[in-house]
């Protein structure tokens, strides 16, 4: 289970780190084509808004790495559940705020991994 958990965790971070990518360095291209139901014109004008977004998503990314570096056991448990309860609970979020589609892609996977760090 360990092992399950610490890929799925892998890939989270991998997720989060293209969020990153595409809030702070494509906004104008890869953001237009994945919020479609956003208008054109505000792009430009929320470019440093997603950029303070894809920042928060960059420390995610950074946590639940961490938690894959930590030798300690405990250590290790404690910060991926914290940094995993944090994408669930922004996914969770995001499913209330802008699209349901965003818990699938953020907050389940989130959920099964908490799961799979609790069962091992």
Known sequence: MQLL??????????LHLYFLYFEMFA??????????????????KTKVLAANQ????GFLVAG??????????????YVAVFFLS??????????????????????LPALVALILLHLK
Request: aromatic share 14%; glycine share 8%.
């Open 5 to 14: 958990a610490d890929i799925l965790i892998a890939a989270i971070a991998a």
């Open 27 to 44: 906004w104008d291209t890869i953001g237009r084509k994945t919020f479609k139901q956003i208008p054109a014109e505000v792009f430009p």
């Open 54 to 57: 894809g920042l928060y998503n």
């Open 64 to 77: 639940l790495v961490w938690s894959l570096l930590i030798e300690d056991p405990m250590w290790s448990f």
């Open 86 to 107: 944090c994408v669930l609970i922004a996914g969770i979020f995001g499913a209330m705020t802008a699209s349901k589609k965003i818990f699938f892609v953020q907050g």
